[in-house]
């Protein structure tokens, strides 16, 4: 009989706080439990503090997760609740995510106010994005736009986009369902042309793993072929040390007992790309990912790693 609140630690911002609360919703539903076995605990990470450089300059995924860590650590929260595609591929000894909820629509959308689609935009318009693999897949699409770094949370993007900073932006379809604000998208990309980051649209909990008790009590919300797509997808991730410096992209399908894996990799102005697939059983998850990495990585050679530094 569980005798006191259980803590979610998540970061402030409103769509971290509604995955925080789907979170929350699934242990009530799973457990029979009320709102007040429940605390959440918002926290804000040096990732929402730093919003005027890009994250590759400043540390990278980590800087959204290590507030969070280290309250895990000492006791202050019980859970985290994190965006898989922000969590670092190595998480600290003593802590693991091996427990996802059942992902959401993988793609990437785009919001214009000058044309609806990326393909419409007039010749130089520029466009907003944080993510050097959104950056790299539209200099891809259209060398002649200009794409500049839209850092800040979804409503911090939307309000650049009005005050006329650019012409469009891109924001992950999970996020806006989770908030909704679906009707704001004028194109939705396709995955052929627009791959997902590894771990996109995925919500992942992280808790320490000596603790037997939350752990049976996660089991219960766990989904599994979320579970081994994250699986290859992070084990891709981590074989070719992927991080924001790089504009990797990764999307793993379970159909059965069966996994099927599409990965690219990309040079910034989106010129060189190498890309790999894997398939096989998905209790080789890891294994499909690893060797997928190191597949594209071998093939792309040292010198496109360089520039990364």
């Not at 911090?156 to 006329?164: A, F, H, N, Q």
């Amino acid at each position: 009989m569980q005798t006191k609140a259980l803590k979610i630690g998540t970061r402030a911002s409103p769509l971290a706080l509604a995955q925080a609360h789907e979170t929350r919703d699934r242990l009530m539903a799973a457990h029979g439990l009320s709102e007040d076995a429940f605390e959440i605990v918002p926290l804000t990470t040096t990732g929402d503090q730093i919003l005027d450089k890009p994250l590759s300059e400043v540390g990278g995924k980590g800087l959204f997760t290590k507030e969070l860590e280290d309250a895990l650590f000492d006791g202050r929260i019980d859970i985290a609740v994190h965006s898989s595609k922000d969590m670092a591929t190595v998480l600290p000894d003593g802590l693991e995510a091996t427990v996802f909820l059942p992902r959401e629509d993988v793609r990437d959308t785009f919001i214009g106010k000058l044309a609806p689609s990326i393909a419409e935009l007039p010749h130089g318009a520029t466009v907003g994005s944080s993510s050097l693999r959104r950056q790299s897949l539209i200099r891809r699409m259209r060398p002649d736009l200009n794409v500049i770094i839209f850092r800040g949370n979804v409503q911090t993007r939307l309000r650049k986009l009005d005050e006329g900073i650019a012409a469009g932006t891109l924001l992950a379809y999970a996020g806006l369902r989770r908030l909704g604000l679906t009707h704001i998208i004028t194109d939705l990309m396709p995955l052929d042309m627009f791959p997902p980051a590894p771990g996109q649209g995925a919500i992942g909990i992280e808790f320490r793993s000596a603790d037997r008790s939350i752990r049976e009590m996660l089991s219960a919300i766990h989904d599994a072929p979320t579970g081994h797509a994250l699986t290859c997808e992070r084990a891709y991730l981590r074989a070719l040390d992927g991080s924001c410096r790089t504009p990797i992209a990764g999307h793993a399908v379970v159909d059965g007992d069966r996994l099927f894996f599409k990965g690219i990799i990309l040079s910034l102005d989106g010129q060189e790309a190498h890309e790999v697939e894997r398939e096989g059983k998905v209790s080789d998850a890891e294994a499909i990912g690893r060797a997928a990495g190191e597949d594209v990585r071998g093939r792309a050679g040292p010198k496109f790693f360089e520039a990364w530094g």
